[in-house]
């Protein structure tokens, strides 16, 4: 069965602070994608990153970075000097290649509140 | 490019009552999923659909809920009859294909803004 495993319920940070939110998952396939999504008070949910399992290299955009490690199941997401605008639920997800070819059936962990304070 | 259009955006209604829940798909995206999302239970996938056909609908609560696919431009979500622990944010997703040919997409879900449903 898929699980995704947020640890973190919330964290509060300072504005300019680094905040690294954990994703730990759980599947049986060999193939698999990872999401992560950002929901922001505004309550949308924004897609930021996919990732397939073949693809173990780390990726950064701008501030965010995201670091896959097959060895240890998880898929953190990394905010460099948050600002108060990162303040949103994150949210981790998978779906299994199966699944995925066929639409994208997601499984969601339970999420990461962030609040970044000026 | 008009988004997944969701309404009502938000219905107050009393326990009992039939609760309708309307979605519109991006235009040519072959599936739509309904997630619902509490507190408790974080976001829920209930039921997903692929060229207007219901594929896997493991997670619909119970039989008061229902879904509707009758064309590939709208889809409806109903409780009937509703109760208090219904109350949650309903969301709309469509996507294509992961490998869909020839067709631009990076693979993830495109949300609409939500439903939030109040049971009194």
């Known amino acids: 069965a898929q699980k995704v495993t947020q640890a973190q319920t919330e964290i509060s940070v300072v504005e300019k602070e680094d905040v690294t939110l954990d994703c730990v998952y759980e599947?049986?396939?060999?193939?698999?994608?990872l999401f992560w999504y950002k929901q922001p008070p505004s309550g949308e949910l924004v897609f930021l990153i996919r990732r397939n399992s073949f693809d173990e290299q780390n990726e950064i955009s701008g501030r965010y970075s995201w670091n896959f490690q097959k060895s240890t199941s998880s898929f953190n997401f990394t905010i460099t000097a948050s600002q108060v605008v990162d303040s949103a639920v994150y949210f981790c997800a998978l779906s299994e290649a199966f699944i995925y070819n066929q639409g994208g059936k997601l499984i969601f962990g339970q999420g990461t509140e962030l609040s970044v304070k000026p | 490019d008009a988004g997944v259009i969701q309404s009502p955006r938000h219905e107050v209604t009393e326990m009992g009552q039939e609760v309708t829940l309307r979605c519109k798909p991006i235009s040519g995206h072959d599936y739509l999923f309904w997630y619902r999302q509490t507190m408790m239970r974080g976001l829920e996938l209930l039921i997903y659909f692929n060229n207007n056909v219901p594929i896997d609908d493991s997670g619909m609560p119970e039989d008061r809920f229902s879904a509707k696919m009758p064309n590939a431009s709208f889809s409806t979500l109903k409780i009937q009859p509703s109760e208090p622990r219904d109350s949650a944010v309903y969301f709309c997703?469509?996507?294509?294909?992961?490998?869909?040919?020839?067709?631009?997409?990076?693979?993830?879900?495109?949300f609409g803004e939500g439903s939030r449903l109040t049971v009194l």
């Open positions: 599947t049986r396939d060999t193939t698999y994608y």
């Open positions: 997703a469509s996507s294509l294909p992961g490998t869909s040919g020839g067709a631009r997409n990076t693979g993830e879900l495109f």
